[in-house]
């Protein structure tokens, strides 16, 4: 159905990015403008979990293309740089905070947001996104890091 609108599947992959690109700017900007670490990571995970309810249907797009054959790596190449400015804001996040390998840590909570995504869409009426959220919320403050001793 789509490639009645575009030329290609990679003009699809194109346009979901650039909508993706977007959004992620727009959050990049609300992240430089908090400076305390911890409220940084609640803004990341506040963000997260609004953007999955309000993006439902970008985000299946998306899911649906990204895993195609030639789909990953094409997706690589577009996104390189994006990824790469956003990882080293979160790197630096996860860094003033005292984690002590804060490229594991950054790849761990993407990673965990990405699973919370593709699980909460594959079956919304057993999800429990608001309870995760809270949980995460909770484990990314910084009484729930020092009570875990991850830094």
């Not at 346009?15 to 700017?25: K, R, S, T, V, Y």
């Not at 790197?91 to 699973?115: Q, W």
């Amino acid at each position: 159905m789509a490639y009645n609108y575009f030329e290609s599947k990679q003009k699809i992959i194109q346009a979901i990015f650039e909508q993706l690109f977007q959004e992620g700017e727009k959050f990049i900007e609300a992240m430089d403008s908090v400076h305390d670490p911890y409220e940084k990571l609640k803004l990341i995970i506040e963000f997260s979990f609004k953007y999955y309810e309000e993006n439902e249907q970008l985000w299946l797009l998306y899911a649906s293309f990204i895993f195609q054959p030639g789909v990953v790596e094409e997706s690589k190449e577009i996104s390189a740089e994006f990824n790469k400015k956003y990882s080293e804001k979160l790197k630096e996040v996860f860094k003033s905070i005292g984690f002590k390998n804060p490229e594991l840590e950054l790849r761990f909570l993407g990673a965990l947001l990405d699973g919370i995504g593709f699980d909460y869409f594959f079956d919304k009426t057993l999800f429990p996104l608001h309870d995760m959220k809270e949980f995460l919320l909770k484990r990314y403050s910084k009484e729930g890091i020092e009570r875990l001793k991850i830094i």
